[in-house]
């Protein structure tokens, strides 16, 4: 490269520079290898020089031209060309030299590179660009350094610096991130599908309630993690829901997960209480995995009780916003998180009465790194406080009152389920009677003579009216011989079937057997399961049993 031929395109100043630029760095005469023949020289007569000494000799233009990085100079306000070395040349071709950038080096405008120079130039501080992709499809890495030149006092403003320009060619480290970040994406897709496939595709809708739940995975940043919902109806007009959330990330915590939700599904037709089922999980979730734990909550909502029962396995207290707008919040969880194994759970209850609407979520809607986690507990709490509608609408408002977004760095579950309060004729469709029963051989007669009143002052057809009466009158026989007093008959009807159970205070659970011919007992569980759509059993809270059967209400 010849200094003189370049320099002499240059106005003023700038050609004076590039004379002294020449005169500064001369072209050192090379020995047979790439020490340059002075030095060489100088170490054969001994004399004292050093490996500084040698790296001083060595010409600048000399070591540019034979890096393999892209190296380009250039000066003044309008980045007028100094120079190019051989790499850059091969990578975007031959420029002339003493022009403007702008006009000679158009990679570097395609590349957003000419705001950084500006900002080089008037800071004088390096700044560097991170894998910018030419349109060769090759990526660099630019560092952009201050360059003075020896300028004379008559430079004018800006005259006076230039900006080194060195670019790294870091397309093979570019390709493997991309990879890395495909098989990233590809990853968590398969996470996300895995996930999604395991939460209840469609919720089942009790008749007693209204719900609506979300999911919404992490932002593409965030690896999906192990959050779930589920909605189960156990019968009798009762129903559970649980949600839950293990602790992980990927397609391990969604795996888990499954078998989780999976396990709380076969507990749940046990119609165990809260607690047993949340011991039942933690034996098994230590099972699944013992590095992984989960924090859970398990509640049963009975239309008769007006309460939400609920175990909590260190997971975020359950938001109840009654008929009268007050929010409640469940106690502190009852036991500690699944998987930590022997621990015993308690069981809790919240008020959940006609007009009442209750929130279960998992920590992402209201865990954020730069507060506390009870400032997000509080945050819902106000939001919860104004979110009305249906409870689908509630779930929109309260993910967007807390901030979820697109790129949330968590993932978020949220149940939104509803007590509506039934006024008018939808009224008439829920209709709940019960009678004391004492004992006795006066109790079976009293028992037919409620129900057939009962039933058909609700106006059934004659055949629904006979099929219930028949059932109130052998689960009454089933408790008087089976059974110990108090014992309690209750009728319920809702817009979709007739309930009908007895309660006494026996725990000895009911089992259908088949009667042998010769037998006088053992027919009436049998009787219950032939005319009734379902029928079950469960344990009461204070002692005792209630038993129970369904019968479908034509549409």
């Known amino acids: 490269m010849n200094f003189t031929r370049w320099s002499a395109r240059l106005p003023g100043t700038q050609r004076r520079a590039a004379a002294r630029t020449e005169q ?7 020995g047979d290898g790439s020490v340059p023949a002075a030095r060489a020289e100088r170490l054969s007569d001994g004399a004292r020089a050093t490996t500084a000494d040698g790296v001083d000799a060595l010409p600048v233009r000399e070591v540019l031209d034979r890096v393999p990085a892209l190296v380009a100079l250039v000066h003044g306000a309008e980045h007028r060309v100094v120079y190019v070395n051989d790499s850059y040349a091969a990578a975007f071709g031959p420029r002339p030299l003493g022009e403007p950038a702008h006009e000679t080096l158009p990679e570097l405008a395609e590349l957003g590179l000419f705001p950084l120079l500006d900002q080089v130039l008037r800071s004088s501080k390096p700044r560097t660009v991170k894998s910018r992709k030419a349109a060769s499809g090759r ?3 630019f560092t952009c350094t201050p360059a003075t030149l020896p300028l004379d006092g008559s430079a004018g403003p800006g005259e006076g610096g230039g900006v080194l320009i060195f670019a790294a060619d870091v397309t093979d480290h570019a390709e493997a991130a991309e990879r890395l970040r495909a098989s990233e994406r590809a990853q968590r897709e398969t996470a996300v599908t895995l996930q999604k496939s395991l939460l209840p595709q469609e919720l089942e809708q009790p008749d007693d309630l209204r719900i609506a739940a979300t999911y919404q995975p992490g932002g593409t940043e965030a690896a999906v993690g192990g959050d779930w919902y589920d909605v189960i109806t156990l019968g009798g007009g009762r129903t559970a829901l649980v949600i839950g959330d293990v602790m992980g990330r990927g397609v391990r ?3 888990v ?12 037709r046990l119609d165990l209480p809260p607690h047993e089922v949340l011991q039942l999980l933690d034996g098994l979730a230590s099972e699944i ?7 859970c909550v398990y509640a049963v909502h009975d239309p008769n ?3 939400l029962s609920y175990a909590s396995a260190g997971h975020l207290p359950i938001l109840v916003r009654d008929e009268n707008g007050r929010i409640h919040r469940a106690e502190e969880p009852t036991g500690p ?5 022997g621990w015993q759970h308690t069981s809790a209850s919240v008020p959940l009465g006609p007009g009442s609407t209750a929130v279960l979520y998992t920590d992402g809607l209201v865990e954020r790194r730069s507060e506390d986690i009870d400032e997000g507990v509080a945050s819902l709490e106000r939001a919860l406080a104004g979110a009305t509608g249906t409870p689908q609408v509630v779930c929109d408002r309260l993910i967007r009152a807390l901030g979820v977004t697109a790129d949330h760095d968590d993932d978020v579950a949220v149940l939104v389920l509803q007590h509506p309060a039934r006024t008018g004729s939808d009224a008439e469709l829920f209709r709940n009677a019960t009678l004391e029963l004492l004992g006795g051989i006066e109790a079976a007669p009293r028992a037919r003579a409620f ?9 059934f057809a004659p055949d629904l009216h006979d099929l219930g009466v028949l059932a109130a009158s052998e689960l009454v026989a089933n408790s008087l011989q089976h059974g110990t007093p108090p014992m309690r008959l209750r009728l319920r009807r809702t817009d979709r079937r007739l309930i009908i159970e007895v309660t006494d205070g026996d725990e000895h659970l009911p089992r259908r057997r088949r009667a042998e011919p010769a037998d006088e007992a053992g027919r009436g569980i049998a009787i219950i399961a032939t005319i009734a759509s379902n029928w079950g059993s469960r344990r009461t809270p204070g002692g005792g049993k209630a038993v129970w059967c369904e019968f479908a209400l034509p549409k």
Request: aromatic share 6%; glycine share 10%; no cysteine.
């Open 24 to 30: 500064t760095v001369p072209a050192a005469p090379r």
């Open 139 to 141: 990526s660099y890495t």
């Open 253 to 255: 915590a969604a795996a």
């Open 257 to 268: 997960m499954g078998q989780l939700r999976t396990a709380v599904r076969a507990y749940a």
């Open 289 to 295: 995995d013992p590095s992984q734990i989960a924090t």
């Open 305 to 307: 009780e007006g309460s």
């Open 337 to 341: 998180p699944l998987g930590t194994g």
């Open 451 to 459: 129900a057939t009143g009962v039933l058909a002052s609700w106006r």
